[in-house]
């Protein structure tokens, strides 16, 4: 017989405050599209390591969508899975990032967060008839619309922390430092952090998540330097990620997480990540007239868009969920 | 015993003078969400008092996109409650203001209403399956292509009516006069008109369309007034009602229109009309480098992101319809 | 009795070559929304008349798109009807105008060909439900990216091959010769080359696929040149057929493939005609800020916005399949 709802109430209120940060930590480990709480905690840890900025930002963004989700009465296992927190993990690194740790910052990233998480909501139902889901859409357009917006207004930009654009253009003679560098950078820019150890740190919390999650992490980097270089793209942008994290998100998403483990399924996550490393130059191309953010656009829009396909291509098949 | 088919047609073309002029008025109030002829009828003096040029365009533009509908053999209760005439309303001020008086414009309004018609239906297929309606989208569409492509063509481009574009930026000490203006302006710049007592002739329609719509609408401005205020926007677009109109629509649209009297559903309705101001400010930024306009997108699009996530959050009601 | 399923893949082996080549024909006709081989032909020849580049690079794009359903197992009808393959086409001929036929470019092509069958694949699958095409959408968007993206690779871009920009303003006057030029070069321009004769080749091609094909391009570059005239575009524009391709191809989609041959449909097909052609100029100057290209997007959103109108138009009916 059940327990009355009362009780169970009253139960889950005991367990809250650990359920909920159990939540948070899964948030960002779901982030790289992974639930397991040790894959979680070591890309936290690899985020304080960048710095205590990146670090709050990152737990406070987290903790206010994962808040939010449970106010709002969202679905349950969704919030426990940290699959309403991720977007807000993102949202306040890319702010304070973008504006710097003012108190406007603060503020906007508890705003930014909140709306991240109803718009987790909004795309799972345009996308969910299509088969798809929202990855990392939510923050992209929540911190997108609010770096575009932060110069019209007085108590939120201070001037650029970053005066000094990424260049589309430079040296592209790759040396060996370069080319294990954005390796590891590839896999911590995925949360804009270009230090190459964080990146370790962080491919070693991903190795706890399953072998083919390093693997896809690892061989998309490696696709992304690849397709990067036999472009001609500029060292310095390949050794500091640039090219790579989207590529990292690809191989991780179709080569480990969407798909089953074929050969033509692998083939097809590299054809991905290769196709990211491309995207995100012309993406970068067409945000810079309005001084837009490329963020996690590549990746998002390739895997939606090769997701999309895969019905109609007999050789590929699902990941049996 | 119903009256046969023949008959029906006969008695429903005796009433078609005034049927339609009901459904063009309807059509003004439809810019609003209001159904109600009163309301329409303030609404479109409002206009007229604004203007002969902003009367004239916007009746013209509510008349053909209308008439298009009759011709088409669109929906004939969706057509008289003036469901199909509203984005006319809006395309004509839009060209008129955007272009001037010329003979051109004319033509193009005309164009632009009949086109703008045609697009309400091709919206209504696209966001039905997700409880979605056209909204605006319309008119901003069939606008911002029109006002885009104008400069390119010597008979319709006579130079920028406008020529000092509204500033981003400017001194942010908001006075008492800006307020008030800003919040009666905000009213009537939901039909790109800055004047304080047009806001008021059109809120005593909006009052007439019933309490809840009068408070969505009021509620609405205020909040926008607060949060530009609060993030620190030039007092000059806060007086002329620019960070406003658009917190204006989302307070009518999710406290009024689409959700239930509830609690929790007035402060969703409230966190839309804060997101949807500064979202003017973004949108602003986004459309200046080629010259486009932002209208009523931020309307459109926090309304369609706030209500596509309703479905998944439990604390949130529709409205029963 | 059906033959066993081993004997009939042997018999279609052997016949494999021959439909190959079939498929890849009539890929070139889809781009015109044609499957006949005749058509497919006669439009094949008018590129290779064009140029040896132009010729080469279609038939690369289409051959390699075409392969890449084969391999990846897609439908074997659409395949051999050349809807899997068409997109290739367009992509082949874009980048080798964008890019010169550089090594790069070849390299290019092949990748973009490839990954334009599975961007079909996706579109197909969102747009399903409305009822709608891809239409020439995976080419744009391949094509867009790629080009976009270009200068960012040191391996891929050596300079613009084409210095100067297609001018959005000029003179208006328009001659005798201007009119009857744009009205082939409307039709040659679907796959940009603004070569008058290679248009007539081109038309001949169409009048093979029925007359009411011939009629819809016909007409549709005719409305496409007296609605560029009648809002007063430069005449140079309008000689080169600039103004008058997406024209072109709303007149065959909507005059002759995706609606009923009625008086109603007709009207219906010369307005989409016409406002695609001041969609063109909208495109260009929204795409001028940062580098893209308009190609085909006019004709597709204008076909998309109109057809997804139909259902609740009574007076239009949709083809019978």
């Not at 960048?50 to 679905?75: E, H, N, P, Y």
């Not at 609010?146 to 930009?157: C, E, H, T």
């Not at 012309?282 to 090769?306: D, E, Q, V, Y």
Request: net charge neutral; proline share 5%; with cysteine.
């Amino acid at each position: 017989m059940p327990a009355p709802e009362a009780q169970r109430g009253s139960r889950l209120l005991d367990r809250e405050p650990t359920a909920f940060l159990g939540a948070v930590v899964r948030g960002v480990g779901q982030v790289d599209l992974q639930s397991r709480m040790l894959t979680g905690a070591l890309l936290l840890a690899g985020l304080w390591v960048a710095g205590w900025r990146i670090g709050l930002f990152a737990t406070l963004g987290t903790a206010v969508s994962t808040a939010t989700a449970r106010v709002l009465g969202m679905d349950r296992d969704d919030t426990a899975a940290g699959l309403l927190g991720y977007s807000g993990c993102l949202t306040g690194i890319a702010l304070v990032t973008s504006l710097g740790a003012h108190p406007g910052t603060y503020l906007l990233a508890v705003g930014g967060s909140v709306l991240a998480t109803v718009l987790t909501a909004s795309l799972t139902t345009l996308l969910e008839p299509y088969g798809l889901t929202a990855l990392t859409a939510p923050f992209c357009l929540i911190s997108g619309v609010m770096v575009l917006g932060a110069p019209s207004f007085d108590r939120i930009w201070h001037g650029d922390p970053n005066p000094v654009a990424a260049p589309t253009s430079g040296d592209t003679a790759v040396a060996w430092s370069d080319l294990w560098h954005g390796f590891f950078s590839g896999v911590s820019q995925v949360f804009f952090v270009e230090t190459w150890y964080v990146g370790l740190i962080m491919l070693a919390g991903l190795a706890f998540a399953g072998v083919r999650v390093l693997l896809g992490a690892a061989l998309g980097s490696a696709a992304g330097i690849l397709t990067a270089w036999a472009l001609g793209a500029p060292s310095g942008l390949i050794a500091n990620g640039i090219y790579g994290y989207n590529a990292v998100l690809v191989g991780i998403a179709l080569g480990a997480v969407f798909l089953d483990a074929t050969v033509g399924n692998a083939l097809y996550a590299l054809l991905g990540a290769a196709a990211a490393t491309g995207l995100t130059a012309s993406l970068t191309s067409l945000f810079k007239p309005f001084g837009g953010h490329t963020f996690t656009w590549p990746f998002i829009l390739t895997t939606w868009a090769l997701m999309a396909a895969v019905p109609r291509i007999p050789r590929l098949q699902r990941a049996t969920p």
